[in-house]
């Protein structure tokens, strides 16, 4: 059996985004978000993201991107 994506907690989340050159964590109205140039990628407030929603949210981030992240890129950060 291959690799597969695997649910990802919160602050591993962050520590991976700052990674890939997201700023901070900054407090917004209703979600946390870390900004990247002029978009903020919003950070949910659950401590552990399933992988629907931890594909989601990098589907967001590959658009700010321009770019795919792999599930081994991923694993490296």
Do not use: A
């Amino acid at each position: 059996m291959g690799k597969r994506w695997r649910p990802c907690k919160r602050r591993v989340f962050i520590r991976k985004l700052k990674q890939l050159g997201f700023g901070d964590p900054q407090h917004g109205t209703k979600h946390d978000f870390m900004p990247y140039g002029d978009y903020d990628q919003t950070i949910p407030s659950n401590r552990e993201y399933s992988v629907s929603q931890l594909r989601m949210l990098l589907r967001q981030t590959e658009q700010v991107l321009g770019r795919r992240i792999t599930l081994d890129e991923w694993d490296r950060l």
